[in-house]
Each structure stands twice: as C-alpha cells, then as structure tokens.
C-alpha cells in the first residue's frame, strides 16, 4: 500500500530518532516515526526481574520477540555461524519498543572528553586498528550536550569532575545523593588520591518538566520505571513531538529497505505493518535503528546506483563496529554496603580514562547499578565458588548485602574487520536478510581492560574488600548494550558512511543517527553523546532539508 507523502521517515524512535523525530516536528515538517517495537508501560512488566534485568531467560521485556528477529553470530573464536535469537547473550540485543535503548537503560549522561574525539591525533593507530579522529570537535558538540541534558533532563554536579572538559551550562538539576556503597567508595578514592564525583545521571532527582525525581526504588537498570523519573525519549521528546500533531508515531512497523529513484536518492521507505508490506514517500529519510540494524538496512537497500547497499560503494557500511570492553573487579566486604536505594550506580572517577602509560584511551570507573537476586546469583561469583546447592545458596544469603561491584566500560579500537553484514540466504519472518555479526576485539581492548580491573581492584580493598576479584571483557565479538561505529562520520566518503553531520555520503537526502556514525566510543556509556549528536544533526537537517516543502 503506498501512503501520502511526508517530508521525513525517521526509523527507530531511540536515543537518535526520538530526538530527531521532535526536531523535525517542531519547525514544522511532516515526519512518520516508525518503531519495529510497540509503546509500552510500567505496568506491562513491573518489577519482573527474571524478564528485564540483564537476564532474558523468559524472553525480552522490551523486545524483540525471539522467534521473528534471529541473526548470526560468530561467538569468540569459533569462525562458525551460529542462528542466535534476542534472548541469548551473544546477540546484543538493544530494546526493541518507544523509546528504544533508553526505556529501559542505567540513564548514566556522559559526555564525552575532547581527547575522545581526537583518538588518532592523540596515540596513533595501534596496528590492526581503524582508530581515527571524529570530523567533529567537542567544541562543536558543547551546546547540544547542553540542550540535551535541558531538554531532555540530567542530574549532576557541575565542576565535580575535573576532567570534564568546558561547559556552558551547569547541570539542570542536583546530582543524585550516594548509595551507602558510594560513600564508603568515595572515602576509599580520596585517601587513593584519585577525583571522586556523583555520576550525572538522565534521572529525574527533583521533579522536573511536569515528571516526579526518582522514588530511588532498586528497579532501576532494565526495567521501565514506575513514575517516569527515568528520562527515555518515550517520555520526553516523541511525547512533544507527537504533541505537535506532525509527528506520527507508527508502531510494529518494520523497515524493510529505503527506497530510491534512477539518481539514486531516496524516495520513500518500505516498511511491514504486521504482514502487509507499506511505501512511505517522502523528502528524506533518518536512519536510527541501532548500529547493528541501521547497517542492516542500508546493506539491505541495494539498487543499480548502489550495488552494495546504499551507502555501502566503498564497503565501509557495516564496518568497525564496537561495544565496550567492560572491565573490573568485585569485593566482598565485612560489613554490609548494600542499602537497596537505587539507581544504586552513584560514584566515578575519570583519572583512568586518559594519560595511561602504554595504552590508548581507558576507562572512566563507577560501582554497578543493583544487581537483583537472580543476577547475582548468575554473574557474580569469586573463582571456584559453588553455582549449585548448599554452598551456593549460602553464598547468596551471606554475601548479597556484603558485595560491591566497579566496572569501567573500556574504550575499543576500532577493527576493519569487525562488521555487520546480510545474509541473502537466511531471511527472517519478513523475508528480509537477517544480520550477520563477525570479529573480535583488538588485543589493546584485553590489555586496557587488564589495567581498568587492576584499578577496581586497588579502589575495593583500599575500601575494606576482604575479597576481590577480576573480571576482563573476553576477545570475541563485540556490539552489545552500547554498540557503535558501523556508519562512521567522515570527512572522506571513501573511509566513512556519513558526513560531519551524519548525512550519506553517497546519497544527500539519508541519514544516520544513532551509535553507527561514532567513530571511536568513549570510556563512557554513550547515550547522552547520541542525543547531542541528535540535536547536531537536526540542526542541520532543518536549514537543508526544511526548505523545500514537499
């Protein structure tokens, strides 16, 4: 069925097209957001640990379903394929309804350092690497950094960190308060001589644009939050841009290719709705479906102008994709740390992420959001301690409350040969196909995060940690919870997918705007990065692509 036309198509309605899907709207453009997920509620999954927090044994919470959304993997080592659904680890799944990634997300609100976007300029490339420069400066991201942490919301504390790079602004309001962990942590860095701060946060602390501050319950990372205090696009920009009445939102609509005419420039997306198959025209199409599904797409979108997949003439569509080496150590303490306020994730320091002798880049560190019981007892065991039965269930009941966690997210050199590609001959309910994920990490990721786990391991027992142990991010694929870099910005179409302001390369009406366009991603969680990068591009997009009504 083919549609009226509209002025834009943006695809996904995460931390990239929920923003973009509200810039657009309000300078008054006709836009169609599409999202492959449905608009969900706090009531559909509540408190419901063994769905939402980190463990999908009983399926997403947030999506996708399992049995239409398969890809293929190449896990660690292994240079087989394996078919792995949404609910396995190994898939690096992003949270498939409105709102995206940050319906459900920590919400920590980073920007990133300036070195951060001058990698190459700073270290060199490391042999084996694509480790290069961003076409833009921190500089030229200040202000949407602050429009975002106004407009959408972030709590924190201004000048707390000295590392943090200029700001024109200070936070809108307060940081959270520390967790009971956190104070002992942060007694612990000072006497470490080391810069600790409260970790700035897309969290309501105060009520604020007409949403309560956080209730501090214990359900925090992984779930929905019951009264809104968690700042996702779902609750904040796709409801302005809806507001507007240009904005519509189509929900369970899954893109199937973006469409283009004898010059190669878009005309439209077609897209599933259920199982009929729908032609949207329009002027423009915004590309913001995760850096595993926006490559996806692309190298889905083939036509005689684009062989390859749109984007894709000089093969870098789907190329360099990264996550973060995450890295750290666990303790178990005398006494009890646990208070069970949340989000629980309330300390930093950024002393590691720059300037250590012989590696390139770091790690900012910060304790762990709440582990629930169930992750606990999954993921958090000293080495050779029982998994099952008595001695299990002992550690579970004496240590749980007695336990504290630091990870840091180590920043990855980015490889050539990490990618996203399609598989023509495995489709998926849809009939289109299916991702296929392969590489490994570059041995630079294991030794930074060798180091990153050193530190956490010094910051517990210098806090009292009678036991502790590491954890190093292991050699096989990566692209999980914080995936990036598979459309890199650039200055050079024949070395990157978008432009300085996330426009194709090869096709001047597509754009992409999510993790894919990151060119390195930080030792930081990204998400406020994606939505400065957000405003960057639609700020852009409007002076172009605003001038001309269709």
Not at 326 to 350: K, N, T
Request: hydrophobic share 35%; aromatic share 8%.
């Amino acid at each position: 069925m083919k549609l009226d036309a509209v002025d834009a198509v943006v695809i996904g309605s995460g931390a990239g097209g929920g923003v973009v899907a509200k810039e657009l709207a309000t300078a008054g453009l006709r836009v169609a957001l599409l999202e492959r997920g449905r608009l969900q509620k706090y009531s559909e999954t509540g408190h419901d640990e063994l769905r939402s927090q980190r463990t999908t044994v009983l399926g997403n919470a947030f999506g996708p379903d399992d049995e239409r959304h398969v890809r293929l993997i190449q896990v660690g080592d292994d240079k087989e394929l394996r078919e792995t659904l949404p609910s396995e680890g190994s898939y690096g799944n992003v949270a498939a309804c409105v709102g995206g990634g940050t319906f459900s997300f920590g919400a920590m609100a980073w920007r990133f350092l300036e070195k951060d976007f001058r990698m190459r300029s700073t270290y060199g490339a490391p042999d084996g690497s694509t480790l290069e420069d961003w076409p833009v400066t921190y500089e030229d991201l200040e202000p949407f950094y602050t429009k975002a942490e106004w407009e959408i919301g972030v709590s924190g504390k201004a000048g707390a960190n000295p590392f943090e790079p200029r700001r024109s602004k200070p936070y809108p309001m307060p940081a959270l308060p520390y967790s009971k962990e956190g104070t002992v942590l942060r007694a612990a860095a000072e006497r470490l001589k080391w810069h600790p701060f409260p970790i700035p946060m897309l969290i309501n602390s105060v009520a604020y644009q007409g949403r309560p501050g956080c209730i501090r319950c214990p359900h925090c990372v992984g779930f929905a939050c019951e009264v809104n205090a968690k700042n996702s696009t779902a609750v904040t920009v796709i409801a302005q841009a809806v507001k507007t009445g240009l904005c519509d939102l189509r929900t369970e609509c899954v893109a199937k290719e973006i469409l283009t005419d004898a010059q190669g420039r878009a005309t439209g997306v077609a897209y599933f709705k259920g199982r009929e198959l729908m032609e949207q025209p329009c002027r423009f199409v915004v590309v913001s479906a995760s850096a595993t599904e926006s490559p996806r797409l692309l190298l889905n979108s083939k036509s005689r102008l684009h062989p390859k997949g749109l984007g894709n003439n000089h093969d870098w569509v789907g190329r360099n994709l990264q996550g973060h080496a995450y890295s750290g150590a666990y303790g178990l303490f005398r006494q009890e740390v646990f208070d069970g306020l949340g989000p629980a994730a309330s300390i930093a320091v950024c002393d590691f992420n720059h300037g250590n002798a012989g590696l390139k880049g770091g790690a900012m560190m910060a304790n762990e959001f709440i582990r629930l019981p169930y992750l606990f007892a999954r993921s958090v065991r000293p080495p050779g301690a029982p998994r099952w039965g008595l001695g299990h269930k002992q550690f579970q009941r004496q240590q749980y409350k007695r336990c504290a966690g630091i990870k840091g997210p180590v920043q990855e050199m980015p490889v050539f040969t990490n990618r996203v590609e399609v598989d023509e001959r495995r489709k998926d309910y849809w009939g289109i196909p299916v991702a296929k994920i392969t590489g490994k990490r570059h041995p630079h990721d294991i030794e930074a995060g060798r180091f990153i786990a050193d530190r956490a391991a010094e910051w517990l027992k210098e806090a009292g940690a009678e036991t502790v142990w590491k954890t190093v991010a292991g050699k096989g694929s990566t692209g999980g919870q914080h995936q990036a870099g598979t459309c890199r910005m650039g200055v050079d179409a024949k070395t990157s997918v978008v432009d300085r302001y996330c426009r194709v390369h090869e096709t001047d009406n597509v754009y992409v705007v999510d993790g894919s366009v990151h060119v390195t991603n930080g030792g930081f969680n990204p998400s406020l990065t994606i939505l400065a990068t957000a405003y960057w591009a639609s700020h852009h997009m409007v002076k172009q692509q605003g001038k001309v009504k269709a």
